[in-house]
Every structure is written in C-alpha cells, then in structure tokens.
C-alpha cells in the first residue's frame, strides 16, 4: 500500500501527499480518546487533486478516511484500517459573498467563525454556531450537520446548504443544488450528503445560505435552585409565546466545575441562559417578557442588552468544556436528544446513572430542543474499551430511545456511537469494542475513473 501511495505522491505537486511521523500523528485521532495512524496524508488544494487522489484510491482499493478539522468528539476521522487521510484543511478560502442572492461560496477548509465575521462585515448572518465555531471548519460541519445554541430559532447546518460540489469515491466531480434559495427538482440530494459524515463522498465546495443580520440582541441568565425548576423555566419561556434565538442549561457538576476556571460564574444549582436578537425595541420587549415569566420561580436574574453586555453572558456557557477539561477527569462527551417534555426525565436519568455507577456525570446545552451534552467524567486514564463506561453509556442510549429520543443530536456516530447503532442493541454487559463504523472507502468500479467529467447540477 505504501509503495502505491509512494506512486500517487509523485502524480500531485510536492507536499501534498506527506508520509513524515509528525503528519500521520497529527492525523490520527480527533477529540475522541482513539487514535490510529494513517500510512499517509493528503492536502489537495482544489477539487482536481481530490479527484485524482479517489480516482487513484478507488483503483488500487487503498482505504480513505475523510478529514475536516479534527474537532469531532465521536472518533468519526479516525483512519482505523489505515491507508490514506485526506484533509481538507487546505482548501480553505471564501470564494464569494452575495448580498444580491443572500449566500456564500465556500471551500470545506473554511473555518465557520471566519466565514460568520466575513458575512457580518456585510451584514449578513450565517447561524449555525456550533461551540467549536472558531475552530471547526464548515467541511466537517456539513460531515456532521452540525447544530449549536441558535439552533432552536434557525436550524442547523442542513438548513443552510443551497449547493454542494462533491467529489465521489471514482473521482467524479458532482454538483447537487444551486444558488436559489428554493429548489424543489429532483431528490433532496443536499440533504442526504449533509450529515453523511464522509462516507457518500467529499464536499470541495458549498454554497451556503444567508440572511440577514439581526441588527441587536439581548439576553439573561435566570438561577435556580434545582435543575427540575430550570427545565420547567424551558418549558415556561416556549409556553408563553416567545422564541428565543438561544435557550442553554447546566446543572450543578458543571457550574461547581466552571467556578473554579470561570470569572462571574453564579453560585446555583442550575442556570438557563435565554437570547433574543432581532430589532431593539423587539428584542427589548422579548426579554422583559422572559423575566417576567421566571421571575417567580428562578433565585435571580441577570440581564444584558448589546453585543458586548451579552458575551459576557456567554462566556460562563462558552467555557463549559474547558472547565470539564480542567478537572483532571477523561470527559466522555455524549450528545443524545429527547424529545423537549422530556428534558426533566433526562436529567433525572442522568442522576440516577451518576448515583449507582459512581461516575461523576455533567449535563448542560440546547434545552430549547431537547439537544443535551451528557459528559461521563472517567477517571484519568480511562480508554475506549472500558467495560464500566461501556455500561453506563449503555443505560444512558436505552434510557434515550425509551423516551422517544436519540443518541445523537449534532455530534454523529462515527466510532465512539458505533457499538450502539445497528439494533439490537449490544447486552448490558458488553465490552466496548474497538470494532468500529468502516471508514469510507471508494467503491470499486467496472469502468476506468473519468477524473476530468463534471456531472451537470441535479
């Protein structure tokens, strides 16, 4: 394999295909605890060297596994049968920002905060924000259909994906979509690559929707002395007619971890932190109407208007991660969905699996869609396979579906969900293996790859 890998270097530039320690190491795991070196790497720089890197990959059934920025938390760019990596780190430009047709053009190396700080220079605003938005890269958000707090007002990544380019497993160019804001021809081809996580074909290029920017926002932070009276505050804010643009939660292991690395975070049980945006005078009116709503119930609430009072907000919530890191404890970072009325169910489950198995469990995010980041803290050392990780997240994923939910809202499968996605469901007991979802490999073709034919937009 390495010899034919050898071969394919010498029909790209120089650089682009690597084989040095350093850059199989870099390439071998993502923010998951696996970890497996690849044979090498390659950086094409436009989709003409994608192309001809699957179409050689596809002859010599040489193993490829997709790669964004490395920030997934389920393993899903781990290259476990080896072979070759192929990042798209390098493609990494701003082709277009039309404020005439309210979208982008972007390569997949783009990282999302630089291509939401480009559209705001124009007024322009792309939401989906997920919490690595200033380190993930909008290839690997598409690969995920990636969410984040915005979400509950204005949907996820799929909801932005007018067209793609995607490079298939033979090295033919395709183009899916286009630049209109509806488009109701043909299958919804968009959607079926947008959260594939790799495994259909490489994007190298999107065209991604825009709107336009909500001129202000404002928001608060409501504490509660249980996290039961929090989720019924959800509950309370969707009731009463609002829809924030944002509706967080924590619980209590995740504030008493954040005070210790946080400046200003409160001395509560539970907190929600709401946000509106849109025009002053709305987004005014909104708030005082949230603080009304939980006044009674909540222990204080603090409240800003503006960019700047706001962050300071988010900046408790934007840390969580860090904080959990800084406990010293292998966070095991799960994302399940219920359904909404279920919230209170979930942490009550998460509770019960933190008493019995004597594992510290942290649960904070998107209450306002049932999206909520449940983190096992295993103690230092703890690897894939531990049997009693295994088992908890087990009661975790079949407490899930037995409320109606799954166990993925934005994160994927890759190989950390793997054991837990093909029912029947393993036994209680099972070890987690290292048996893992294949990478995606090209497919094998009858006829010889035509690298230079551009299939047509469908």
């Known amino acids: 394999m390495k010899s034919a890998l050898r071969s394919l270097a010498r029909l790209l530039p120089k650089g682009v295909v690597r084989f040095d320690p350093a850059t199989l190491q870099a390439n071998s795991s993502d923010a998951w605890v696996a970890s497996a070196r690849p044979e090498s790497v390659a950086f094409p720089r436009d989709s003409a060297q994608v192309s001809k890197i699957l179409a050689f990959t596809n002859r010599h059934g040489i193993p490829v596994t997709t790669r964004g920025a490395g920030r997934g938390y389920v393993g899903g760019c781990v290259p476990v049968r080896g072979g070759l990596v192929v990042s798209l780190v390098k493609m990494n430009r701003i082709l277009e920002i039309s404020p005439a047709d309210g979208l982008a053009v972007v390569q997949p190396g783009v990282i999302t905060a630089k291509l939401a700080s480009a559209a705001a220079r124009r007024n322009l605003f792309y939401p989906p924000d997920p919490a690595s938005l200033k380190e993930s890269t909008l290839g690997g958000n598409i690969a995920t259909n990636a969410g984040g707090p915005r979400c509950l007002k204005y949907g996820v990544t799929r909801n932005y994906v007018l067209g793609l380019e995607v490079v298939l497993g033979d090295g033919t160019i395709v183009r899916l979509g286009g630049r209109t804001h509806k488009n109701r021809t043909g299958f919804d081809l968009i959607g079926l690559f947008t959260g594939s996580e790799g495994m259909l074909g490489l994007v190298t290029e999107a065209t991604l929707r825009l709107i336009p920017l909500p001129p202000t926002r404002s928001c608060l932070r409501a504490e509660f002395t249980s996290v039961a009276a929090a989720a019924a ?143 096992l803290m295993a103690p230092v050392g703890t690897k894939p396979d531990d049997r009693h990780m295994h088992r908890i997240l087990d009661e975790l994923f079949r407490g899930v579906l037995q409320m109606g939910g799954v166990i993925s809202g934005e994160h994927g499968i890759g190989l950390a969900k793997q054991p837990w996605w093909n029912p029947p469901p393993p036994p209680p007991c099972a070890p987690f293996t290292r048996r893992s979802k294949e990478p995606w490999i090209p497919a094998t073709s009858s006829t010889p790859a035509n690298t230079s034919r551009v299939r047509p937009w469908v």
């Open 233 to 375: 505050g959800v509950q309370k804010i969707l009731g009463s007619g609002l829809l924030p643009c944002a509706l967080e939660i924590a619980d209590p292991f995740t504030l008493a971890a954040a005070r210790k690395a946080i400046p200003n975070t409160p001395h509560c049980d539970s907190m929600l932190i709401v946000e509106f945006d849109g025009q002053s005078s709305s987004v005014k009116s909104e708030l005082a109407a949230a603080t009304k709503v939980l006044r009674a119930s909540s222990s204080r609430i603090v409240t800003a208007h503006g960019n700047a009072a706001c962050e300071k907000i988010w900046e408790i919530r934007r840390g969580f991660s860090y904080a959990l890191r800084d406990t010293g404890l292998v966070k095991l970072n799960e994302d399940v969905t219920v359904p909404r009325g279920r919230v209170v169910d979930l942490f009550r489950l998460t509770a019960h699996l933190q008493k019995k198995h004597g594992v510290p469990i942290s649960s904070f995010g998107h209450a306002g869609d049932g999206n909520i980041h449940v983190n």
